[in-house]
């Protein structure tokens, strides 16, 4: 168990929508980062938020936004979806992001599928 | 810019044989090279890193990865494969990013491991 939380597991909706991913990262860790999983992308880093502030930014559609809150929890908000979105999006949590030895704990994903 | 790839999509393996997976780098300076596995319906574990020193890095569930300067590579192996060893497995290296001074690792397109009974 890598300690990082994601919620929900699954989430089916339909073009045009707006969806939440929620993730609580792994006790001590104060960095997210956000990536999306696809069959033809690869693993694409989207975002990084380290204590509350955005500090990196990756392939991020406008569509898409996140934030990290004060509890350190972050949220990922992917709006006017469409079919190319469908993918597994990873949360994952590090000390610092400063550190270039050090290792990401994943999430398990959420999967999602726009229809 | 700081890059890996994975020249093979999918390796075959038999249960009980030497199992080698491949990443080579591009890296500017003295690179710090990870390996991650990936289950199926899971999220990627941390199996094992270089930073410096033993060009032979030992890791989690029996790995180990060999550095090779000359030839800018940094393997997966394990000397005998198990059925359960299958999954993705993804080489990755942290790059530099220009704001804020975050080091964001940068994964390879995964390398299929599937070890046949």
């Known amino acids: 168990d890598s300690g990082v939380t994601q919620t929900p597991k699954h989430l089916i909706t339909a073009t045009g929508q707006r969806v939440t991913l929620r993730c609580s990262p792994r006790s001590g860790d104060l960095s997210v980062y956000w990536y999306q999983q696809s069959l033809d992308q690869g693993l694409q880093f989207l975002i990084q938020y380290y204590n509350g502030e955005e500090r990196a930014k990756g392939n991020i559609l406008e569509r898409f936004s996140a934030q990290q809150f004060p509890d350190l929890h972050s949220e990922l908000n992917l709006s006017s979806l469409e079919l190319g979105d469908s993918a597994l999006y990873f949360c994952a949590s590090s000390v610092a992001p400063d550190r270039n030895n050090s290792p990401l704990h994943f999430g398990n994903g959420t999967r999602l599928t726009v229809t | 810019a700081q890059s890996v790839a994975q020249p093979e999509d999918q390796v075959n393996v038999a249960e009980g044989n030497p199992l080698t997976v491949k990443c080579t780098y591009s890296?500017?300076?003295?690179?710090?090279l990870f390996w991650y596995v990936q289950y199926p319906n899971r999220g990627l574990q941390f199996l094992l890193k270089y930073i410096t020193g033993d060009n032979l890095v030992k890791g989690s569930y029996g790995f180990e990865a060999e550095f090779n300067k000359s030839q800018t590579s940094f393997h997966l192996k394990k000397p005998s494969a198990l059925v359960s060893d299958s999954a993705l497995y993804f080489c990755a290296v942290p790059r530099s990013h220009a704001s804020g001074g975050s080091y964001i690792p940068t994964f390879g397109r995964g390398t299929s491991l599937i070890v046949h009974p």
């Open positions: 890296v500017s300076g003295n690179p710090y």
